[in-house]
């Protein structure tokens, strides 16, 4: 087991997704069991299923300095970037520290690969149109070199890209750089667009759910896939001793195939044990845990294989419901989501199930709930194998 790390002080974050704009939007629909799923109307052939779409990217006007890196992913990006006092705090660590030593670490799975979409469909003589000309919005590496450009952080740049996992991983990567030397503050988060690319991906691997995503139920039949755009800024916890905290982070990689989880959930767990052994904790601290649970049969039935490790009086539930699978940006996404259910004392409910797995049933949130929480997790399981897994708790219990 790896040991204990120092926990980090979670200062400022921020979440844009189907559920609003902004940290208050979200807490006010996960208190009322209020979705944000709706019918497609972004896909450019007709494809009958629900999705979480953020509203108003399209008005969204980069500032001139910034213009060459218009898209809608770097859009989506800007827009979470601007709220819930984020660029007061990021500003401040820069001033703090230098920018040299804020590091930047952020995931994706897509990018800007839909503005990549667009170019190709207007060719011009086979070339991409003027507009579209611009190779440095063509690259998995956009959304961070952009986050950068508009912030002003010139420390480590990484981007992450290992399919769902990849927003929770920049966790991981971020307190390594911290612990290592190379950073005294990190801003991490992710961010992926709604594009065709994944919406008619997955309908071909016959994982869309046509009527909107049910986790564990009996009857789920795939996924709804959404957009989002979620950041949190990472300071050691003196620097912050009241705020939450990350506490312990577990990684692997099972490869046991390409779209499929390990039948025995081997990988997640050993993702799991990591996180708690990291956190110097055991999982009956455990009060609450944002699954994955994206709704298709074999992810939740795998899922719901470490549930027995908690205690019954653990809660649990997948909130893509409420947003879709966000894809590259669910990690960072859930894990605000984790963070609000510690600051807020609310527990998530299951959105979208009525006929719960029994082996699930015992820990599942169905209704909304107003409980202490001091101790969350939150699970990320991506294609391949890439699973990560985060624990978070009250500054004040850390």
């Given at each position: 087991m790896?040991p204990?790390?120092?926990?980090?002080a979670i200062?400022?974050?921020?979440?844009?997704s189907a559920?609003?704009h902004?940290?208050?939007?979200h807490?006010?629909?996960?208190?009322?069991?209020?979705g944000?799923l709706?019918p497609?109307?972004?896909s450019?052939?007709?494809?009958?299923c629900?999705?979480?779409?953020?509203?108003g990217v399209?008005a969204?006007?980069l500032?001139?300095?910034?213009?060459?890196?218009?898209?809608?992913?770097?859009?989506?990006?800007?827009?979470?970037l601007?709220?819930?006092?984020?660029?007061?705090?990021?500003?401040?660590?820069?001033?703090?520290?230098g920018a040299?030593?804020?590091?930047?670490v952020l995931g994706?799975?897509?990018?800007s690969i839909?503005?990549?979409?667009?170019?190709?469909r207007?060719l011009?003589h086979?070339?991409?149109?003027?507009?579209?000309?611009?190779?440095?919005?063509?690259?998995?590496h956009?959304l961070?070199?952009?986050?950068a450009?508009?912030?002003?952080?010139?420390?480590?740049?990484l981007?992450?890209?290992?399919?769902?996992?990849?927003?929770a991983?920049v966790f991981?990567?971020?307190?390594r750089?911290?612990?290592?030397?190379?950073?005294d503050?990190?801003l991490?988060?992710g961010v992926d667009?709604?594009?065709?690319?994944?919406?008619?991906g997955?309908?071909?691997?016959?994982l869309v759910?046509p009527?909107?995503?049910?986790?564990f139920d009996?009857r789920r039949d795939?996924?709804?896939?959404?957009e989002a755009?979620?950041?949190?800024?990472?300071?050691?916890?003196t620097?912050a001793?009241r705020?939450?905290?990350?506490?312990g982070?577990?990684?692997?990689?099972d490869?046991?195939?390409?779209?499929?989880p390990?039948?025995?959930?081997?990988?997640a767990?050993?993702a799991?044990?990591d996180?708690l052994a990291?956190a110097?904790i055991?999982?009956?601290t455990?009060?609450?845990?944002?699954?994955?649970g994206?709704?298709?049969?074999?992810?939740d039935?795998?899922e719901?294989?470490?549930?027995?490790?908690?205690?019954?009086r653990?809660r649990?539930s997948?909130?893509k419901?409420?947003?879709?699978?966000t894809?590259?940006?669910?990690?960072?996404l859930?894990?605000?989501?984790?963070?609000?259910?510690?600051?807020?004392g609310?527990?998530?409910?299951?959105?979208g199930?009525?006929?719960?797995?029994p082996e699930?049933?015992?820990?599942?949130?169905l209704?909304?709930?107003?409980?202490?929480?001091?101790?969350?997790?939150s699970?990320?399981?991506?294609f391949?194998?890439?699973?990560?897994?985060?624990v978070f708790?009250?500054?004040d219990t850390?």
């Amino acid at each position: 087991m790896p040991p204990r790390i120092e926990p980090l002080a979670i200062v400022a974050m921020s979440a844009t997704s189907a559920l609003g704009h902004g940290l208050a939007a979200h807490l006010d629909a996960l208190r009322d069991g209020r979705g944000g799923l709706t019918p497609n109307d972004f896909s450019s052939a007709h494809l009958e299923c629900r999705i979480g779409r953020v509203a108003g990217v399209e008005a969204i006007t980069l500032p001139t300095a910034l213009g060459h890196w218009d898209c809608r992913n770097n859009r989506l990006a800007w827009l979470g970037l601007q709220q819930d006092g984020l660029p007061d705090a990021v500003a401040a660590s820069v001033a703090r520290y230098g920018a040299t030593r804020v590091a930047l670490v952020l995931g994706t799975s897509t990018t800007s690969i839909g503005s990549t979409e667009d170019a190709y469909r207007r060719l011009d003589h086979g070339r991409f149109p003027s507009d579209l000309q611009r190779p440095e919005i063509h690259t998995p590496h956009s959304l961070t070199a952009f986050v950068a450009d508009a912030t002003g952080i010139a420390g480590p740049a990484l981007t992450i890209s290992t399919a769902c996992s990849s927003s929770a991983k920049v966790f991981a990567s971020a307190e390594r750089l911290m612990r290592l030397g190379l950073a005294d503050a990190a801003l991490v988060g992710g961010v992926d667009t709604l594009c065709d690319s994944v919406l008619f991906g997955f309908h071909s691997l016959e994982l869309v759910s046509p009527n909107g995503c049910r986790p564990f139920d009996t009857r789920r039949d795939g996924i709804s896939i959404g957009e989002a755009a979620g950041f949190a800024l990472l300071e050691r916890a003196t620097a912050a001793p009241r705020a939450p905290r990350l506490l312990g982070h577990g990684e692997s990689s099972d490869a046991h195939h390409m779209s499929t989880p390990h039948p025995e959930g081997r990988g997640a767990l050993s993702a799991l044990d990591d996180a708690l052994a990291r956190a110097g904790i055991g999982a009956e601290t455990v009060d609450y845990i944002n699954l994955h649970g994206t709704a298709t049969p074999k992810n939740d039935e795998v899922e719901a294989k470490l549930l027995p490790r908690f205690p019954a009086r653990t809660r649990a539930s997948s909130t893509k419901g409420f947003t879709g699978h966000t894809l590259g940006a669910a990690g960072a996404l859930e894990a605000v989501i984790a963070l609000l259910a510690i600051e807020h004392g609310i527990v998530p409910p299951n959105l979208g199930c009525s006929e719960p797995m029994p082996e699930a049933s015992p820990w599942l949130a169905l209704q909304p709930a107003e409980r202490r929480i001091d101790i969350a997790l939150s699970n990320s399981f991506g294609f391949g194998g890439n699973n990560a897994c985060l624990v978070f708790g009250r500054g004040d219990t850390a």
